[in-house]
């Protein structure tokens, strides 16, 4: 069971990127509810970023992200993308995507091996 990410790099202080997750190797009777993207910038602690549920398609935002970030599913690709825009210097940080077994994304079983993201000018 693995956690796939993509995306991620440097951009400029008002841009964009998307960063996507792939799950792979969950089976029926071994599935996820949730997939969440959380962040962890230098010398602070993980931070949750945004969390969707698999069965509802419910979806959450931290504060700091509302309005800019946007967690999506595409179903086709078995992805779960977050696509972040407005991107500002303190959006900086290592971004992990993780799956939890219940919804929510309250309690992490999988994590991503996670990707850099650099807003700098």
């Known amino acids: 069971l693995q956690l796939v990410q993509s995306g991620g790099g440097l951009v400029q202080p008002g841009g964009s990127l998307t960063l996507s997750c792939t799950p792979s190797?969950?089976?029926?009777?071994?599935?996820?509810?949730?997939i969440g993207w959380f962040r962890q910038a230098p010398g602070k602690e993980r931070e949750r970023v945004s969390c969707?549920?698999?069965?509802?398609?419910?979806?959450d935002y931290a504060d700091s992200v509302k309005g800019r970030f946007t967690i999506s599913r595409d179903n086709a690709k078995n992805t779960v993308n977050l696509q972040m825009n407005n991107l500002k210097p303190e959006d900086t940080a290592i971004y992990y995507c993780?799956?939890?077994?219940?919804?929510?994304?309250?309690?992490?079983?999988?994590w991503g091996k996670g990707t850099l993201v650099t807003v700098s000018s």
């Open positions: 190797g969950f089976t029926e009777d071994d599935d996820y509810s949730a």
């Open positions: 969707i549920n698999i069965s509802d398609g419910r979806t």
């Open positions: 993780g799956a939890d077994y219940s919804p929510g994304c309250y309690g992490m079983d999988y």
